[in-house]
T-cell receptor, first 110, second 112 residues
Framework: QKEVEQNSGPLSVPEGAIASLNCTYS??????FFWYRQYSGKSPELIMS????GDKEDGRFTAQLNKASQYVSLLIRDSQPSDSATYLCAVNKGNTPLVFGKGTRLSVIA | DAGVTQSPTHLIKTRGQQVTLRCSPKSGHDTVSWYQQALGQGPQFIFQYYEEEERQRGNFPDRFSGHQFPNYSSELNVNALLLGDSALYLC???????????FGSGTRLTVV
């Protein structure tokens, strides 16, 4: 079982819709959870971090964490074509390097 | 405030050759982590440097080695290059104990 799993997609949503991206992780002692956005050929850019159960909102983005289910998600409201990118879920266990999933490719159709 | 700087941006090498990639961390950061990202995959952790020592290492062969200098900059060396080493190499800097990783723009290595 991989440490961090994501559906590779592509996930296609129409412009203005809500995009829902999901991630599961295997190690229950994981403490910190991150979503990075990566445009094709570019480096990852941090868009959200979450550390405790529940929702965390930042503009059009909402991260959701459920430690009991070992599940973290990212919702993007009012999706725009500029949101089309690969979204990487990353996890760490305290003072350890980030472990990334394979990423989910999102395509927002105008 | 300068971010993470990597050089070169692109590199083409022949199988069997050696390569050195460079990284200057974000101002104020003391820890440098290197990742390899193959096409269509997530970044894979190679190793992390702090106080000029390799602090942690991922599942990569000894052909991959590194160094951190007193000014916190870092190098990644790969010997005896294989075609499979072709990837985007990412450097991320952080402050030890914090979660915030800042990535550089990466070095695209192509081995032919």
């Amino acid at each position: 079982q991989k440490e961090v799993e994501q559906n590779s997609g592509p996930l296609s949503v129409p412009e203005g819709a809500i995009a829902s991206l999901n991630c599961t992780y295997s190690d229950r002692v994981s403490q910190s959870f991150f979503w990075y956005r990566q445009y094709s050929g570019k480096s990852p850019e941090l868009i959200m971090s979450i550390y405790s159960n529940g929702d965390k909102e930042d503009g059009r983005f909402t991260a959701q964490l459920n430690k009991a289910s070992q599940y973290v998600s990212l919702l993007i409201r009012d999706s725009q074509p500029s949101d089309s990118a690969t979204y990487l879920c990353a996890v760490n266990k305290g003072n350890t390097p980030l472990v990334f999933g394979k990423g989910t490719r999102l395509s927002v159709i105008a | 405030d300068a971010g993470v700087t990597q050089s070169p941006t692109h590199l083409i090498k022949t199988r069997g050759q050696q390569v050195t990639l460079r990284c200057s961390p974000k101002s104020g950061h003391d820890t440098v982590s290197w990742y390899q990202q193959a096409l269509g995959q997530g970044p894979q952790f190679i190793f992390q440097y702090y106080e000029e020592e390799e602090r942690q290492r991922g599942n990569f062969p000894d052909r991959f080695s590194g160094h951190q200098f007193p000014n916190y900059s870092s190098e990644l060396n790969v010997n005896a290059l294989l075609l499979g080493d072709s990837a985007l190499y990412l450097c991320a800097s952080s402050l030890l104990g914090s979660d915030g990783y800042t990535f550089g723009s990466g070095t695209r290595l192509t081995v032919v």
